[in-house]
């Protein structure tokens, strides 16, 4: 029960960053599990901003403050509580649908950062049409609190369920994302969740038509975003309920690394840096085909690690780097541990690795200072390109640095990854350049072998 608590509360940290300008899970770790579970948490967001949307709107309405003011007040006030004024998605969706053009145009405009002049124009009708909707409201008399949580909530109700049932129109961003982790019964459980609130709203809300109203809004904006871009986006979720360009994952990247496949030295436990043996024959039929399609695949340039690439990213272009190598072993390449533990050197190494040096080998400290410089280089790269997804494939070395450093763990040897196998990681291309903590990690392992 506890550990199920802690769960959740962890599911709540993610969401009230996800969906708000508090900063509550930078240490909490972001797994496809439980950022489809944070889906469960938006309704509920719903209804604390309806909740503050009445407090604020009832505070004003006593004040001396006058009614023009007011109502810009209020409309400010989603840029205080969610970072935005939700109007993001608003505008991308804009700037695509008035293009006019073909489905794959507007999917690429959806992920332009630049925003063109059909996306201000469309701010400037949101922007006029809220003020003058809260203009009416603070002249009200009497406002419905239930009328308030029912507009906030049910946007959002509406949003996770797209969300977690409708088909995605790409295979990275928000969407595709999320779906990663949601199950058939996370879906029954949900709608179950959203039909009690339904219910309740029904039962307390005085003019049932906005329930009616925003089903058929629903109904014919599923029509429109299908028939425009082939599925649902992270922009048309922000067109529905509003997003944050800078937290959403149609302006992120996604980093998958994979350590090489086995070879024979591996199998005898030699030490091979920047040794070339090829995969061996063990280590090819191991390896098998990820169902991930990065746009590009950045390999070190030794051979276990471009056959690698070739076997696990058959599909993508494969560029090669020096700089993603293992560390450099010197004197101690091609070497066992059997060959080298009477060697006082070795002991000392093996004792405080990132104090000493192999003999002609690599210095810890130049080690780390490369894989980090090949970290920003790809990441340059991407942002350059607006790729959406590359891969690395590299060696055990950099994967523990790359991997302790995003899980924040104590020691390199905390982490550990099988042959073929390793890690994602997604983040803005900010967060990746700077190293911070990035929106979620999760495993990457090999597919299951089939029978036979």
């Known amino acids: 029960m506890c550990k199920q608590m802690k769960e959740w509360i962890a599911i709540l940290r993610i969401s009230l960053q996800f969906f708000t300008i508090l900063p509550l899970a930078k240490t909490v770790q972001w797994t496809e599990k439980r950022t489809a579970r944070s889906l469960f948490v938006l309704p509920w967001i719903g209804i604390l901003l309806g909740l503050m949307f009445y407090s604020f709107l009832q505070l004003l309405h006593y004040s001396p403050i006058t009614a023009i003011v007011s109502s810009i007040l209020v409309l400010l006030l989603p840029l205080v509580l969610t970072g935005g004024l939700h109007v993001d998605g608003w505008m991308d969706v804009s700037d695509a649908y008035f293009s006019h053009q073909s489905k794959e145009k507007k ?95 029904i039962v307390f809300i005085d003019n049932k038509f906005i329930i009616f109203f925003f089903a058929g809004f629903l109904w014919l904006w599923i029509r429109f975003y299908r028939s425009q871009f082939g599925g649902v986006t992270g922009d048309v979720i922000g067109a529905t309920i509003g997003r944050r360009r800078n937290v959403f994952m149609d302006n992120s990247l996604v980093i998958t690394c994979i350590r090489h496949g086995m070879t024979l030295e591996n199998q005898q436990k030699k030490y091979i840096g920047w040794s070339d043996p090829p995969l061996s024959i063990e280590g090819k039929n191991e390896l098998k085909e990820l169902s991930l399609e990065p746009e590009l695949v950045i390999s070190s340039d030794l051979k276990r690690a471009l056959e690698t690439s070739s076997i696990v990213f058959p599909k993508s272009q494969v560029i090669k780097r020096e700089s993603w190598r293992e560390l450099h072993f010197g004197n101690w ?33 130049g080690f780390s200072n490369r894989v980090w410089e090949a970290w920003e280089e790809a990441v340059d790269l991407a942002a350059s390109q607006q790729l959406r997804h590359i891969a690395i494939v590299s060696h055990g070395g950099p994967l523990r640095l790359l991997a302790s450093h995003f899980k924040q763990t104590a020691s ?41």
């Not at 405080?352 to 192999?358: I, K, L, M, S």
């Open 107 to 201: 999917l690429q405009i959806l992920s332009d950062p630049h925003v063109g002049s059909f996306a201000i124009l469309s701010l400037i009708v949101l922007l006029l049409l809220r003020f003058s909707a809260i203009y009416e409201l603070t002249s009200l008399s009497s406002l419905s609190v239930w009328a308030c949580i029912t507009v906030f909530t049910l946007p959002r109700i509406g949003a996770a369920f797209l969300v977690m049932r409708d088909k995605p129109a790409k295979d990275t961003g928000l969407a595709a994302y999320f779906q990663k982790g949601v199950t058939k019964w996370s879906i029954y459980a949900f709608i179950v969740m959203s039909l009690f609130l339904v219910a309740i709203f």
């Open 333 to 365: 390449e091609e070497k066992t541990y059997e060959d080298l533990k009477n060697i006082r050197a070795y002991r000392n190494w093996i004792d405080h690795w990132a104090e000493h040096t192999p003999p002609n080998g690599e210095s810890f400290s």
């Open 412 to 452: 390199l040897w905390d982490v550990s990854f099988s042959y073929g196998e390793g890690f994602s990681v997604t983040c803005t291309y900010k967060q990746a350049k700077e190293r911070r903590a990035c929106i979620s990690y999760s495993a990457v392992h090999l597919p299951a072998k089939e029978n036979g």
